[in-house]
Nanobody, 124 residues
């Protein structure tokens, strides 16, 4: 069973920045599309961003476009989410996910492996 491990969450003021990281096994990381999702209390899990294995193809939710950047370091088997200009509505548990293959997906049901989540709280 693949394990993804997120880190980097925390409490930040509105307008601030955080960088999330997600570590995966080498095999999964190099054969998978990687994505970030988030889930706020009382809401469904929603797509944030995705990136293919080679890095040049990315896709973002409209709500984070221009503020968040997804990237991956294949040498370190690590996925990142740089979050700038954070807003209180960005408060959620953030999850990384992996889907073997080449096609970017935005639906949570398409992903096979998930991390345990990391809390991001943005205060106003």
């Amino acid at each position: 069973q693949e394990q993804l491990v997120e880190s980097g969450g925390g409490l930040v003021q509105a307008g601030g920045s955080l960088r999330l990281s997600c570590a995966a096994s080498e095999h999964t990381f190099r054969t998978s599309v990687m994505g970030w999702f988030r889930q706020a209390p009382g809401k469904e899990r929603e797509f944030v961003a995705a990136i293919n294995w080679s890095g040049p193809s990315t896709y973002y939710a409209e709500s984070v476009k221009g503020r968040f950047t997804i990237s991956r370091d294949n040498a370190k088997n690590t996925l990142y989410l740089q979050m700038n200009s954070l807003k209180p509505e960005d408060t959620a548990v953030y999850y990384c996910a992996a889907k073997p293959g080449l096609t970017l997906h935005t639906t949570s049901g398409s992903y096979d492996y998930w991390g345990q989540g990391t809390q991001v709280t943005v205060s106003s």
